[in-house]
């Protein structure tokens, strides 16, 4: 089944939901959506976030902007792809979440601190092992943002530690050097942008 395209030149975008797919690089399938909820059944932050990614997509269909642009959900976004890679519909969930964060910034409708704090660490992480590190992940934003939720979020990490689904110290990849050699390009790329 073909995709909705855009002219680019003539074309305008008549409402949000064709502006975030105008927005979005390659092909979004934003308008392939059914709405089946596997994308926020998958994701690993979805507690912390205002809307699943599934309400997100309805709330755009719904031209509802500033409340989308105003969630926090595309900034606890941490480009995991899982859900990309279970979508029914192949929808381009966290290339959508980036256009929803430029938008947002370009736009100054996000300045809660927190979920940028989230994204942060995790890309820290990444930047020095080459993963993520989930006990580091979870600790920190806990300790920081909700050390209220920290004992709820410490028993469910003593389930994961114990069955062996969960380390206690991060581990480094061994192509480091190889990511780090990638991770600079883009960054000389980014900065010519
Ligand atoms: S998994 Fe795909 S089709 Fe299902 S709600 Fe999420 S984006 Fe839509
Ligand atoms: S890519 Fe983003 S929205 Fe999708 S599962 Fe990962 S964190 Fe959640």
Redesign the pocket.
């Known amino acids: 089944m073909s995709t909705q395209q855009f002219p680019t030149e003539t074309w305008t975008p008549a409402n949000f939901l064709e502006r975030v797919i105008a927005a979005t690089p390659g092909e979004s399938r934003l308008e ?9 059944g998958s994701c690993p932050s979805g507690d912390d976030m205002d809307n699943t ?2 309400q997100i ?1 309805a709330m755009i269909r719904a031209g509802m902007e500033e409340e989308v642009l105003a969630s926090n959900t595309p900034w606890y976004c941490v480009s995991c792809y899982y ?1 990309a890679i ?4 192949e ?1 381009h ?1 966290p290339d959508i979440m980036y256009t929803l964060k430029n938008m947002a910034i370009a736009q100054d409708r996000y300045v809660d601190s927190v979920a940028p704090d989230w994204s942060q660490t995790f890309v820290d992480y990444v930047e020095n092992y080459g993963r993520s590190f989930e006990f580091g992940l979870a600790t920190r934003h806990f300790l920081r943002h909700r050390p209220s939720g920290l004992r709820d979020t410490a028993q469910m990490g003593l389930g994961l530690l114990t069955k062996g689904r969960m380390d206690l110290s991060p581990q480094k990849i061994e192509q480091m050097p190889q990511l780090q050699a990638i991770l600079n390009r883009a960054k000389e790329v980014e900065a010519t942008l």
Do not use: S
Request: proline content about 11%; hydrophobic content about 25%.
């Open positions: 392939m959506c059914i709405q089946c909820g596997t994308c926020g990614p599934r997509f859900c279970r979508c029914p519909q929808v969930i």
